[in-house]
C-alpha cells in the first residue's frame, strides 16, 4: 500500500467527494482543512487498510475499487459504494478497531486524520469546526444504522417465514391401500355339484 499527501485546489472538491452527503455538514473553507489533513491511500488487492484490534485516529473514504470488511477470518461486509465512508467510529470512541478493512481489488481511498484536524483546530478555539465534524459523524452513523434496521427486518421475516414452514404438519404421502388378495380354496377341494337325472 502506497501513501501520498493529499494535493486539491481549494475550492474544488473532487466529484466522489462531492458524492459524500456527509460532508454537506461542513462549510466549503472547513472541508478544504479535511482534505489539507488528508493522504491518498494507493491498495493492491491484499493490503489492509484498518487492522482490527488496532487504535488509529483516521476516517476513510473510498475513491475507487472494493474493499471487505472482516471480522477474524469471516468476511461481513462489502464497500464498494465510490464515497462511502468507513472507519468514522474512531473520531466517537477512541476504541480499538472492531473490524479489518481489506482491499479486494486495486483501490483508492482518501485517509482523514481527525487528531491532526482536531491539532489545527482546537476545540475551545474553533467549536463550529467540531460542531461540523460530530454533524459528519452524525450523519454516518444514522444512514448506518438505517441499512441495519432494513436488514433486520429483512432476516427476521426470513426467519418468522421458515418457523411457519417447519410448524405446518408436513403433508403425509397418500398410500394407495391394496387390495386383500380373495383368498380360493384349491381346485382338488372344491366338489362339483352333483347332476340331477
Request: aromatic letters at 4%; glycine letters at 4%; a positive charge.
Amino acid at each position: 500500500m502506497k501513501e501520498f499527501a493529499y494535493i486539491h485546489d481549494e475550492k474544488h472538491n473532487p466529484s466522489p467527494l462531492r458524492a459524500v452527503p456527509a460532508l454537506a455538514s461542513f462549510s466549503d473553507d472547513q472541508l478544504d482543512d479535511v482534505l489539507n489533513s488528508s493522504s491518498l491511500l494507493q491498495c493492491e488487492p491484499g493490503d489492509c487498510i484498518i487492522k482490527e484490534g488496532s487504535i488509529d485516529s483516521r476516517i476513510y473514504v473510498l475513491l475507487s475499487g472494493e474493499l471487505e470488511v472482516r471480522v477474524g477470518t469471516k468476511k461481513v461486509a462489502s464497500i464498494t459504494r465510490i464515497g462511502e465512508v468507513f472507519g468514522e467510529l474512531a473520531l466517537v470512541n477512541h476504541d480499538k478497531r472492531l473490524a479489518s478493512v481489506l482491499a479486494s481489488s486495486k483501490a483508492v481511498c482518501l485517509a482523514v486524520d481527525q487528531k491532526f484536524l482536531q491539532d489545527i483546530h482546537p476545540r475551545e478555539q474553533d467549536p463550529d469546526f467540531h460542531a461540523a465534524l460530530y454533524e459528519f459523524v452524525a450523519r454516518l452513523v444514522v444512514r448506518k444504522l438505517e441499512a441495519t434496521s432494513r436488514r433486520l427486518a429483512q432476516v427476521e421475516k426470513e426467519l418468522r417465514e421458515l418457523k411457519e414452514a417447519q410448524a405446518a404438519p408436513a403433508a403425509k404421502p397418500v398410500v394407495p391401500k391394496l387390495k386383500r388378495p380373495v383368498k380360493r380354496a384349491p381346485a382338488a377341494a372344491v366338489r362339483k355339484p352333483a347332476r340331477s337325472r
